[in-house]
């Protein structure tokens, strides 16, 4: 018979081999999970979530250096929204190539500022999910997938007067949303989701399987996926 001494030794042995074995899977499954992270990148195949947080951050840097978070550029002589504010947090960001000469003056569709619509920086474009989107998104160039929350007074959701009614999701003041395929709109066209758009896309969800918001940003900074809980108050 095996002694007592023999069979500790041999389970410790066993274990101690064990070890390294385990340690080496990790590090192999990290280092894929690294090198997909890195393709993604590469391809700017970035997954919404991601391009929300990086969202996030530049909105903050421009509501800390200006104050509030980025206006629709106007016309200074009617009022008229011309190109959204998108437009001007990518201006502030750090993009692989400068955007597109553009006209500031004139509206998002014009002539003049067609090359800037069909220019689509990554931060806003559809993730494709297989390669039967490529060619929708070829058909849809200058499409994005992330939109702006306004108040009843056209500014931001949170942001304003306190008379303003203040749209909560998931406890939090919702600021951008991520959408669905569907739902895209022109990056450079000055549309956005009023509280009761948002609201009613949300309604919407509750009875579909087929979900058209798929993340909130917060005020905060944190990005939340559906589904979600709201609800509409005056601000605090």
Same mark, same amino acid.
């Given at each position: #018979?095996?002694?007592?001494?023999?069979? $500790? #030794?041999?389970?410790?042995?066993?274990?101690?081999?064990?070890?390294?074995?385990?340690?080496?899977?990790?590090?192999?499954?990290?280092?894929? *999970?690294?090198?997909?992270?890195?393709?993604?990148?590469?391809? /700017?195949?970035?997954?919404?979530?991601?391009?929300?947080?990086?969202?996030?951050?530049?909105?903050?840097? *421009? +509501?800390?250096?200006?104050?509030?978070?980025?206006?629709? !550029? !106007?016309? =200074?002589?009617?009022?008229? =929204?011309?190109?959204?504010? /998108?437009?001007?947090?990518?201006?502030? #960001?750090?993009?692989?190539?400068?955007?597109?000469?553009?006209?500031?003056?004139? $509206?998002?569709?014009?002539?003049?500022?067609?090359?800037?619509?069909?220019?689509?920086?990554? !931060?806003?474009?559809?993730?494709?999910?297989?390669?039967?989107?490529?060619?929708?998104?070829?058909?849809?160039?200058?499409?994005?997938? !992330?939109?702006?929350? $306004?108040?009843?007074? @056209?500014?931001?959701?949170?942001?304003?007067? @306190?008379?303003?009614?203040?749209?909560?999701?998931?406890?939090?003041?919702?600021?951008?949303?991520?959408?669905?395929?569907?739902?895209?709109?022109?990056?450079? =066209?000055?549309?956005?989701?009023?509280?009761?758009?948002?609201?009613?896309?949300?309604?919407?969800?509750? +009875?579909?399987?087929?979900?058209?918001?798929?993340?909130?940003?917060?005020?905060?900074? *944190?990005?939340?996926?559906?589904?979600?809980?709201?609800?509409?108050? =005056?601000?605090?």
């Amino acid at each position: #018979m095996v002694n007592e001494q023999t069979r $500790k #030794m041999s389970i410790s042995g066993t274990f101690d081999l064990w070890i390294p074995i385990l340690v080496l899977v990790l590090l192999v499954a990290f280092f894929i *999970y690294k090198a997909n992270d890195r393709r993604e990148l590469v391809n /700017r195949d970035i997954p919404q979530y991601y391009r929300l947080k990086q969202l996030g951050l530049a909105l903050h840097n *421009y +509501k800390e250096n200006v104050g509030t978070f980025p206006p629709d !550029i !106007i016309s =200074k002589s009617s009022g008229e =929204k011309l190109l959204s504010w /998108r437009v001007i947090i990518s201006e502030e #960001m750090e993009l692989t190539k400068p955007l597109p000469d553009y006209e500031d003056s004139e $509206k998002w569709n014009s002539p003049n500022n067609t090359n800037l619509t069909n220019y689509l920086p990554y !931060i806003y474009s559809y993730t494709r999910k297989s390669d039967s989107d490529h060619c929708d998104d070829q058909q849809q160039q200058g499409m994005s997938d !992330i939109i702006g929350v $306004k108040n009843q007074n @056209d500014g931001w959701n949170g942001e304003g007067s @306190d008379h303003n009614s203040v749209l909560y999701i998931n406890g939090k003041v919702v600021i951008c949303v991520g959408v669905s395929q569907p739902d895209k709109v022109p990056w450079t =066209k000055p549309l956005d989701y009023s509280q009761s758009e948002l609201i009613e896309k949300l309604k919407q969800d509750e +009875k579909s399987s087929s979900k058209s918001i798929l993340y909130a940003l917060h005020e905060d900074g *944190y990005v939340a996926k559906a589904p979600f809980t709201w609800e509409l108050r =005056k601000s605090e």
